[in-house]
């Protein structure tokens, strides 16, 4: 086993028996006696990739027939600007839901080819950074789509509940969320995440779409940037990103190995809350200010009391293996990120130094 | 050395010493006791990669200073898109050179935001497939742009001459010509170019743009389509396609190590027209239609007398490890790409089949 943790928000840990697969393959892709890097897209070999990888979330996930599977170039930043472009019609309008970082990025982008509601907003309460409940909420029943981000990497705010917006499609940038917990995907219209967190390599993004939703796009809209076309060509309308598509193909093989979304999703459960637990027992020497409701399973973002503190924290961790823990430039202090591939050894060993480091300070 | 050789067009062939040090460094880059993959993009460590990238490419290149250096995500199929976007002013009117396929689907896609002209075609004379001199071209002085593709992968059909395009900036789709041979960027407003071809593995691109060429897109371009942001962000806008980064790096490393882009256009004229004179020798056993002033350096097309016969041809040279060599879809036929990381042996050996079938069949 490796000697270090990766606790990077993304591009994050992957999976050693996916990695150690990938370096022995590397020369010799399948027998083809060439590495999948150099390998055509249009051929029956990378077909079975294609096919397999396909048939694989849709296991994994439980996806229905009538959504499609796309995968496409680029991350969650590329959808930002793709679900409006797609999903606007003539009247172009769409709530977005705020609740981070991220989420306020795709209302930022989205506001480039229509009108954004701002259906609501993350709050503090008593000190703690909520989400107000969906009564609260300004939807609009006109609205085009609703979107909103289950699980915000920065902040390490998560939800733990669907919104229902009825007919108005709701859409999901599952980036950081996917594949970490059972998702009833009727729920939503489209679901779409980059790969570089749970399912792979950066490079490349899921996009599951219901079947009603994908039409013509916004005149004007780049040809890649139509789900439509993409659909048709079956995500090979240009080449993709072949080795990204592989590395995430044996993410989603590994999962299957391993369980599937429900063994994954009560690991990750337990796995962040024994660091809270820690956090809430350590009398404020450790602080989390996200409400219990909301915290994340695969962020747990953290502060010390001052700046040299955490710095401290992170480089004594660093020596010990337990790497990458910096929070987000934007907010500072530290983040851990428990991404599925992150083994239990890990998260162990970090609980392990947080109380003892506690002790010492 | 490894047994096979891998004639395909793109996803294609790499350098060997590059895969195997991919291979090495899969669990471990550098010393961080994590794989490459799994390197967050913001970090000390992948910024070094970011540096040396542009480092390497500007010195195989003598790009000027006034030159930026983008990597973007995806393919030359996204800068169909984001040329136009970037490019078009209020009049909206650019010149397209059309001579195969990617040229047409440029200019196709183009049509989506502005006008435009076709100011030459390739044309048929005497059976053979040329391009008119740039004399009897219609171009447009109050073009925004002047867009050309240096080597038609699909055809092989490449230009041995830069277009003269005054003060309209002249744009060339690059992928499958850039780094074959020496060019002097300061005849160009934008280069362009997939890495898959000549510069590593599918996923990422690079944009070689003069500074004064930057500026405000279209409005409503999508936010990862604009050059402005891309160059203010030093392509590090949102998650870049960071292993497909690195493996462009260790071929650009490669290369240097190899002698530069000069040495290696020597060797690729050298090994094409060995190719060309076993066609032009065979009696027309072997049929070439590219008049000799556009035959391409790095992409030898040819047809055999019958689908049959190519059937077989392709069969049995597979047979003994000459892969990939299948013609693109639309034209049929025989394609042997010989880019910068096809070995001499491969071409060698796959000279001596050519003529070894020929006296055969």
């Known amino acids: 086993m490796r000697k270090n943790f990766n606790f990077s928000a993304g591009p994050a ?21 060439v590495s999948i890097m150099e390998l055509g897209h249009r051929g029956s070999e990378f077909k079975t990739i294609v096919e397999e990888s396909e048939a694989n979330l849709r296991e994994l996930m439980n996806i229905p027939k009538n959504y499609r599977v796309l995968f496409i170039s680029g991350g969650a930043t590329h959808q930002f600007s793709m679900v409006p472009l797609n999903l606007y019609s003539a009247k172009k309008e769409a709530d977005y839901i705020e609740t981070g970082v991220w989420s306020k990025k ?95 390599q950066a490079g490349i993004s899921v996009v599951i779409i219901r079947d009603d939703l994908i039409k013509d796009p916004i005149p004007g809209t780049p040809i890649l940037y139509s789900y439509q076309i993409t659909a048709e060509h079956h995500s090979l309308y240009n080449t993709p990103p072949t080795y990204s598509w592989y590395i995430l193909n044996l993410v989603l093989r590994w999962m299957k190995q391993n369980g599937g979304v429900k063994k994954f999703a009560e690991r990750n459960e337990r796995r962040a809350m024994k660091l809270y637990q820690i956090i809430d027992k350590s009398k404020g020497f450790y602080l989390n200010t996200v409400h219990p409701d909301y915290r994340s399973w695969m962020n747990v973002v ?60």
Chains 1, 2 share one sequence.
């Open 13 to 33: 840990v992957l999976p050693e028996e996916v990695l150690l697969q990938a370096q022995k393959e590397m020369l010799d892709w399948n027998g083809t006696g």
């Open 302 to 361: 953290f502060n010390l009391e001052t700046p040299e503190l955490t710095q401290l924290f992170l480089d004594e961790a660093k020596k010990i293996g337990l790497k990458y823990l910096k929070g987000h430039r934007l907010v500072g202090g530290v983040r851990a990120s428990l991404y599925n591939a992150m083994p239990d050894e890990g998260v162990n060993q970090l609980a392990e130094f947080m109380e003892e480091f506690a002790k010492r300070y």
């Open 106 to 200: 795709a209302a930022a982008e989205a506001k480039h080819f229509g009108e954004v509601n701002v259906a609501a907003e993350v709050i503090k309460e008593n000190g703690l950074f909520t989400v107000p409940p969906q009564s609260k909420w300004s939807l609009n029943p006109n609205a085009d789509y609703v979107h909103y981000t289950p699980n915000e990497t920065v902040e390490g705010i998560e939800f733990q509940w669907v919104p229902q917006t009825g007919k108005v499609p709701l859409v999901a940038d599952m980036t950081s969320f996917i594949l970490s917990r059972p998702v009833d995907v009727n729920q939503f219209g489209i679901i779409y995440a980059g790969a570089q967190k749970n399912m792979g």
